[in-house]
């Protein structure tokens, strides 16, 4: 189902406001080096949970920093509660899941360029195997 325009501008406005809280957050804990990116936010229907799409700079440190951030979601959610205040009237429940798009375009890449053949050694594809 194709998402409705209130959803659109909803994602919008979260996705604009997370970067910003996202990476002074980064900056003020010491992080210096990473970059953390929002490249997707996605609204439910009801407007209840937002589904936030992060992409992590270097990526060996994505796993422990997705940790942080979820145990931090509530401080996250009342930041950008404070932000939004006027533009929303109820700030969904956030939800943070790491985007590994650019990783998956890499090894498609790499495959393409035969340095990695996946019909060879079947291994990288299994994680992108749907469940």
């Known amino acids: 189902m194709e ?3 209130r959803q659109k501008k909803i994602g919008s406005v979260l996705q604009r406001d997370l970067v910003d809280v996202l990476q002074k957050a980064a900056t003020q ?20 949970v937002a589904k936030v799409y992060l992409s992590i700079f270097p990526n060996n440190k ?5 940790e942080g951030i979820k145990s931090n979601a509530p401080l ?5 509660a404070q ?3 006027h533009q929303l009237r109820r700030m969904p429940r956030l939800e943070f899941f790491i985007d590994d798009s ?3 375009i890499d090894q498609i890449d790499k ?8 019909i060879k050694d079947p291994s990288f594809l299994d994680k992108r195997k749907k469940s």
């Open 3 to 5: 998402e409705s325009q």
């Open 29 to 48: 804990g010491g992080m210096q080096g990473v970059l953390i990116s929002v490249s997707k936010v996605k609204v439910t229907v009801d407007l209840s």
């Open 62 to 66: 994505g796993a422990a920093l997705i």
């Open 76 to 80: 996250i959610k009342h930041e950008l």
């Open 83 to 85: 932000r939004t205040k």
């Open 102 to 104: 650019l990783e998956y």
């Open 111 to 118: 495959s393409l360029k035969r340095t990695e053949n996946p």
